[in-house]
Structure formats: C-alpha cells, structure tokens
C-alpha cells in the first residue's frame, strides 16, 4: 500500500493526533514540516487546506483534511489495531470527546492558555494575562468532563486506546506546562493517571515536538 503523507509541524497538536494514529496502528508515513508559527501559513499548505489550519494529508491520490476525518481513515484504511470502539455507546463517547476537543477544549486551551502563558512568551512576547484568565473557567470545564467521562476506566472510551485519547494527549502535554494546569488537575486523579499512562506510549515519545 502507498505509503501517506501528513503535511504539518511537529508542534501542532492536530498534526501529532494524526500521527498517534499512524504511529499507534503502525503505519510508515512521511511528515511535511509546514512551519507557520511568525511567518503565517505558507501558500502551499493554504492550497492543501483552504481555511489555513494544519495538518493536511494524502494517501493514495486521496487529499484530505480536518484531522478527526484523517484520523479515521487512518484507523479504516490500514492493517493494526483498531482505534475506534465497535460498541455504539462507546463509539459515541469517542465522537463526543473529539468534538468537544474542537469546539471547546483546544480554542481555550491551546489557544488562549498555552498561547498566551508559554508560546507568546517564547517568541519574545508578554502574556495577556485576561486572556489567560477568561478561559481559566472554561479550561476547568473541559477537564472536570474529561475526569467525569473517564471515571475509573484505563482510557477516556473504556478499557482500550481510541482516538478520543489520541486527540487530548497532545493538548495535555502543553497543559501540564502550565502553571494553571496544577490547580486545574489537582482533584482529578483519573485524568492524572491517565496523562501518566498516555505520556509513556512509544507512540508519544516518537511525536514529541522540538519546540523552543
Ligand atoms: N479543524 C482543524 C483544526 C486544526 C487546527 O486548528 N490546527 C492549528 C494547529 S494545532 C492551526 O492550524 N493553527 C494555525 C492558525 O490558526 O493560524 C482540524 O481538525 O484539523
């Protein structure tokens, strides 16, 4: 089978969900680094992906984009396990998590928390702490759903890995970054050992980003 390709940074977090996937199912791929961080979205990738996010992939004469489709072909189109429950009421935990991930979680996580406290201050930049500070309550919302939907289960859709874990991991590894993320994660001793199991998966180790 044609080896994909996944054109993305190493340090966007939808771009290391698609490759927890590859990595997870054991899939060879190649990875474009498509670099935006100061220089805004290259060209290149706005013709792969015309809303100027990341990651985009091909496989096979398929282009696709939004990293929950990708992530599902991944899972249907290639040999390894299976990253999606059979079990209805399961499968839809998984959707719902990844959909709360995108309308809810990641703008207020990444993007204002993790932005504002750790990528801004890197680029030379002061934090603008009332961002931070909005979206304090709705990061603790998220979380306090995640530790209510995981209970005493070993993943956030059971007792295997789904791409429900794969797309919150790589927001957790910024989040646990954060100073904010010790008050927010203190009660919350499920996802506490979830995020301990999670950051010592191969798959975690061989995406883990080069940022700074
Ligand atoms: N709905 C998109 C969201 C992807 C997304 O937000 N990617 C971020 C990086 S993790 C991005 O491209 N940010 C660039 C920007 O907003 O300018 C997907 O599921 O792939």
Request: aromatic share 8%.
């Amino acid at each position: 089978m044609a080896k994909p390709t996944l054109y993305g940074p190493g340090y966007s977090t939808y771009t290391r969900a698609a490759r927890l996937a590859m990595e997870e199912k054991g899939v060879d791929y190649d990875l474009v680094e498509v670099d935006f961080i100061g220089g805004g979205m290259p060209e290149e990738q706005l013709a792969r992906q015309p809303f100027g996010k990341v990651p985009a992939f091909e496989h096979d004469g398929l282009m696709l984009y939004e990293t929950s489709a990708i992530a599902r072909y991944i899972d249907e189109a290639f040999e390894g396990p299976s990253l999606q429950p059979s079990d209805p009421a399961q499968r839809a935990r998984m959707t719902q998590i990844i959909s709360i991930i995108d309308s809810y979680t990641y703008p207020r996580t990444v993007g204002d928390l993790v932005v504002q406290r750790l990528i801004v201050p890197m680029l030379g930049g002061t934090a603008d702490e009332s961002i931070i500070e909005a979206a304090l309550p709705e990061v603790d919302k998220s979380m306090r759903e995640l530790e209510r939907m995981l209970g005493d289960q070993e993943f956030l859709t059971g007792n295997s890995l789904s791409l429900a874990d794969l797309c919150v991991a790589p927001i957790f590894a910024y989040f646990v970054n954060t100073p904010e993320s010790k008050d927010i994660l203190e009660d919350k001793a499920s996802l506490n050992a979830w995020w301990q199991r999670m950051a010592s998966r191969d798959s975690m180790t061989n995406t883990q980003p080069q940022l700074g």
